[in-house]
T-cell receptor, first 117, second 112 residues
Framework: GAGVSQSPSNKVTEKGKDVELRCDPISGHTALYWYRQSLGQGLEFLIYFQGNSAPDKSGLPSDRFSAERTGGSVSTLTIQRTQQEDSAVYLC???????????????FGPGTRLTVL | GQQLNQSPQSMFIQEGEDVSMNCTSSSIFNTWLWYKQDPGEGPVLLIA?????ELTSNGRLTAQFGITRKDSFLNISASIPSDVGIYFC????????????FGTGTRLQVTL
């Protein structure tokens, strides 16, 4: 079946502009995660959605970052007034969700490479 | 955010050699995971560990969940060129049901 997909694959924007990044999780996965990967670094947790529960936003670096998940499926990560330090690869992952078999394996999309000029 | 201490940062090895990398944490983890990331792609899960002392293999890969629950290692035996990539450890600290904490990665390059 189809894996996690993300769009666009690459995004170049000017400092100060807003950007929207999209994630389509695996069908049937109730949990969705956003991570940020800066050059040569590991993955930094941003936000987590689980079913209809309130999202865990504890990893969002500033109030310029927000995310939505509509209908329990597609998610959009929005970065307002982008800064150069926002340049990174933004990765989305989905999983069956906590309590589903106990493993909750996260499956990652290919990422969106964001470059802020 | 918090990151795990992963070493080595990079390594060049010859085809056929064995590889070992490890991760340590200052806090106790209840899950350890090892991922591999190829260029332009997202990480792919290699091995998952859920119990202290657990030793799990996946083909030429073997990983262990440290007894102290603060470390894990990954071994790759008889490396081949397609093993090239970045390997990340990841874990869930106790009391954390959702988000993973990732290591900084080990970049592996294999020469013929």
């Amino acid at each position: 079946g189809a894996g996690v997909s993300q769009s666009p694959s690459n995004k170049v924007t000017e400092k100060g502009k807003d950007v929207e990044l999209r994630c389509d999780p695996i069908s049937g996965h109730t949990a969705l995660y956003w991570y940020r990967q800066s050059l040569g670094q590991g993955l930094e947790f941003l936000i987590y959605f689980q079913g209809n529960s309130a999202p865990d936003k504890s990893g969002l670096p500033s109030d310029r970052f927000s995310a939505e998940r509509t209908g329990g499926s597609v998610s959009t990560l929005t970065i307002q007034r982008t800064q150069q330090e926002d340049s990174a690869v933004y990765l989305c992952a989905s999983s069956l969700g906590i309590g589903r078999g106990g493993t909750d394996t996260q499956y990652f999309g290919p990422g969106t490479r964001l470059t802020v000029l | 955010g918090q990151q795990l201490n992963q070493s080595p940062q990079s390594m060049f090895i010859q085809e056929g050699e064995d590889v070992s990398m490890n991760c340590t944490s200052s806090s106790i983890f209840n899950t350890w995971l090892w991922y591999k990331q190829d260029p332009g792609e997202g990480p792919v899960l290699l091995i998952a560990l859920y119990k202290a002392g657990e030793l799990t293999s996946n083909g030429r890969l073997t990983a262990q969940f440290g007894i102290t629950r603060k470390d894990s290692f990954l071994n790759i035996s008889a490396s081949i060129p397609s093993d090239v990539g970045i390997y990340f450890c990841a874990g869930r600290p106790t009391g954390t049901a959702s988000k993973l904490t990732f290591g900084t990665g080990t970049r592996l390059q294999v020469t013929l």
